[in-house]
């Protein structure tokens, strides 16, 4: 068993490292990129994988390296915000209701299950849609998609915690709510949000992609990972390489979060045995 | 078990209306006003006042809200704006053809899934097991349109073994391909729990007397461990059923298949309201229904489920 644990942090250190990767490229963007990602060249339309375009170029001569070293700063920012967004409300809404419990709770879990009744991408597009493609709706659907099933998970462990022993203690001694909430509560909820957030951050990475695939997410001349693919398949029969990259891009940010999630519950949550 | 249904039932009530509320405060998210979206900024003025007393936009909030569940209620969601097509009548069109690329792929990710994580478990911790948990991670990570297209280009374009795209004359042959990669996403999370149930259900002591009194490990695993872990299994699977009924989005939207997934997505894409909230509407009244019947069957299967 020791064995087997040790082998699946070694999972979770293989997806730090893919992320460090990741986020390194996307960082030094401007640095590593062959070429600007929005330069013309219509002479080298389509171009296969060369040593000068070495992911080749698309119907423009754009050169596609550049395109999905700069694309994965836009998926990984908006990724990264949605998360944030939905980190707060999850959170802060999970810990109020499972700590006050009565109506507080029932408000904020009969909402929950509202946005639980939608299907996460359907979601996502409905609110994109309302609100019109574009980087800013993007952003508040991920967000609003990503909260629900956190603040579910936070509540619980609330709940559990509040008639623990050392939670009694406090409030005999006279603290109050905030400090209750801050010193005792908040801490011991922080091991599963990470893991929640680990795993968060790769469905984020998933559903921006899926949204812009669709057309209905970051619009020209923003460019994801999700939207080179979307409009890559236009050719993919004659460069296939248009969408082969950037899909490569996807998933290996999306394993990287994906293993290191994996591996921070199996070090994190003894009680998960797999 | 009948008080246990009617709790059930009466539960998803709430539900169903709160729904119904987002999908109509859906139209209030729209910035700016939704008949110049629709008409677009330079219309004069009549024209616009015409199409807002038309919608009924110039009534009060609670009044249309009122006006629009009542209409709903009795089947009718109203026109699309852009094709002024019943959107009832083009749902009851398009489900048919989600159902059958959701039974198609449901067939696919049972058998796969359940075969993978049996297959898993019997083989805990050895290179096989960590093998195919990798696989099915690695899987997991790429975009569905992403195999999908994978998939496409190898049987449809190079092999010419199946149909690209498209419904066809909408035989069996025109569903295989999207139903294969749509079934071996939702086998990727049936294995795993699969596995996980699987694994419990090893160490039980009626096992280990299977075992004990000389069975074959084909009988242990089949007719003992593997029945008993079915039923968890069951109401696992009816979860990735009302998933699949909603319709899948993305497979729909690259294999050009007419289904409500696709019906949601072109009505998005045409901000045409009247269909994005039909579409909505009737897919969390699908899903919801869904796991309210998953529920009751679980409890139909499992006498303990039906206390508290």
Redesign the interface.
């Known amino acids: 068993m020791a064995r087997g644990r040790a082998r699946l942090n070694g999972m979770a250190v293989a997806g730090l490292g893919l992320l460090v990767v990741v986020v390194l490229a996307a960082l030094a963007a401007p640095l590593l990129a062959p070429a600007p990602p929005d330069r013309l060249s219509l002479g080298e339309s389509l171009q296969p994988p060369t040593p000068a375009h070495p992911c080749g170029t698309d119907y423009y001569g754009r050169d596609v390296l550049s395109r999905v070293l700069h694309g994965g700063r836009v998926s990984l920012a908006i990724s990264l915000s949605a998360q944030l967004v939905a980190l707060g409300l999850g959170v802060t809404l999970g810990v109020l209701a499972g700590y006050f419990g009565g109506w507080v709770d029932f408000a904020v879990m009969r909402t929950v299950d509202v946005f639980l009744a939608f299907p996460d991408l359907l979601l996502a597009i409905g609110i994109a849609a309302a609100l019109g493609p574009g980087l800013p709706s993007v952003l508040v659907a991920l967000g609003l998609v990503g909260w629900p099933g956190l603040c579910r998970l936070v509540r619980g462990e609330v709940m559990a915690l509040r008639e623990r022993d050392f939670i009694q203690a406090a409030k005999a001694i006279g603290a109050g709510h905030g400090w209750i909430l801050w010193r005792h509560v908040l801490p011991n909820v922080v091991a599963p949000t990470v893991i929640a957030t680990s795993l968060g951050l790769g469905s984020r990475i998933m559903q921006e992609a899926s949204l812009s695939f669709l057309g209905l997410g970051v619009q020209p001349p923003v460019a994801s990972w999700g939207s080179m693919v979307h409009f890559g398949l236009r050719w993919l029969s004659r460069a296939p390489w248009l969408v082969i990259f950037p899909g490569l891009a996807i998933a290996i940010a999306v394993l990287g979060f994906n293993l290191l999630g994996d591996g921070l519950r199996d070090a994190l949550d003894p009680r998960l045995e797999e | 078990m009948t008080a246990f249904v009617a709790r059930r039932l009466l539960a998803a009530v ?3 209306l ?2 119904s509320l ?2 109509f405060a ?2 209030y ?3 700016g006003d939704p008949v110049k979206t629709l008409v677009g900024e330079r219309a004069s003025p009549e024209t616009i006042a015409n199409i807002r007393r038309d919608l009924g936009l110039d009534l009060p909030v609670v009044q249309r809200y009122l006006t629009w569940l009542g209409r709903t209620l009795r089947g009718d969601l109203g026109r699309s704006w852009t094709t002024g097509r019943p959107v009832a009548a083009s749902l009851a069109v398009r489900f048919p053809v989600t159902l059958r690329l959701a039974l198609v792929a449901f067939a696919v990710s049972v058998t796969v899934g359940l075969g993978v994580g049996v297959f898993s478990a019997t083989r805990h ?1 050895s290179a096989a097991d ?1 093998g195919v948990r990798f696989l099915l ?2 899987t ?7 195999m999908a ?1 994978a998939a496409m ?1 190898v049987f449809g ?1 190079r092999l010419h073994w199946l149909p690209v795209s498209g419904l066809g004359d909408g035989s069996l042959r025109h569903f295989i391909l999207p139903g294969a990669v749509l079934g071996l996403y939702l086998s990727i999370y049936q294995a795993r729990m699969t596995r ?1 149930v699987m ?1 419990e259900v090893i160490r039980q002591d009626y096992i280990r007397t299977a075992r004990a009194k000389g069975l074959p490990e084909r009988v242990v695993i089949w007719r003992h461990a593997f029945r008993n872990a079915l039923v968890t299994v069951i109401t696992l699977l009816g979860g990735s059923l009302s ?1 699949l009924l ?1 319709g899948s ?2 497979t729909e ?1 690259i294999f050009n298949l007419p289904g409500v997934g696709r019906f ?2 072109d ?3 045409a ?1 045409d309201f009247p269909v ?1 909230m039909g579409c ?1 509407l009737f ?2 009244v699908v ?2 229904s869904a796991n309210v019947l998953v529920d009751i069957g679980y409890a139909l299967a499992d006498p303990r489920v039906r206390v508290g």
Do not use: I, K, M
């Not at chain 2, 997991?140 to 992403?146: H, I, K, M, R, Y």
């Open positions: 709430p539900v169903l709160a729904v987002a999908t859906l139209l998210l729209v910035p911790n960590h991670l690695l997991g990570a790429v975009p569905v349109f992403v297209t280009y374009v996980s694994l998933n909603v989005v993305l939207t949601t997505v009505a998005a894409y901000r994005v909505f897919q969390a899903f919801v």
